[in-house]
């Protein structure tokens, strides 16, 4: 139900739009998000907001660099995402909550019922 992609090879310092496409229901009451996993490491926030709009929320070490948006009208979410760092490496996963998610819960991976497939992004120095 949720379609992930955009991923790619990279130079640091360059950029990537990544797009999630969302079919078969709606979110409009949901949490959307970007989660990512590098090799070996445990998959962490990335950016989120509300399908509804308002507040969009971010890890610490992609503010300024990263933002997310949505198309209502695409059913889409998307990460644009600039001044990329090879840190930054890592595949990267859209989800959904299954509505009313709180803002503290927001960040956590296990908060969230549905996953796209993930696209990788890789960073070179």
């Known amino acids: 139900q949720l379609q992930a992609s955009g991923g790619g090879l990279v130079q640091a310092g360059g950029s990537l739009r990544l797009s999630c496409v969302a079919s078969g229901r709606t979110f409009n009451r949901n949490a959307m998000s970007w989660f990512r996993q590098a090799p070996g490491k445990e998959r962490e926030f990335v950016a989120a907001?509300?399908?509804?709009?308002?507040?969009?929320f971010y890890r610490d070490s992609v503010k300024g660099r990263f933002t997310i948006s949505r198309d209502s009208a695409k059913n889409a979410v998307y990460l644009q995402m600039n001044s990329l760092k090879p840190e930054d490496t890592a595949v990267y996963y859209c989800a959904a909550d299954g509505g009313g998610l709180i803002q503290s819960s927001i960040p956590i991976a296990s908060r969230y019922e549905y996953w796209g497939q993930g696209t990788l992004v890789t960073v070179s120095s």
């Open positions: 907001m509300r399908w509804s709009g308002g507040s969009a």
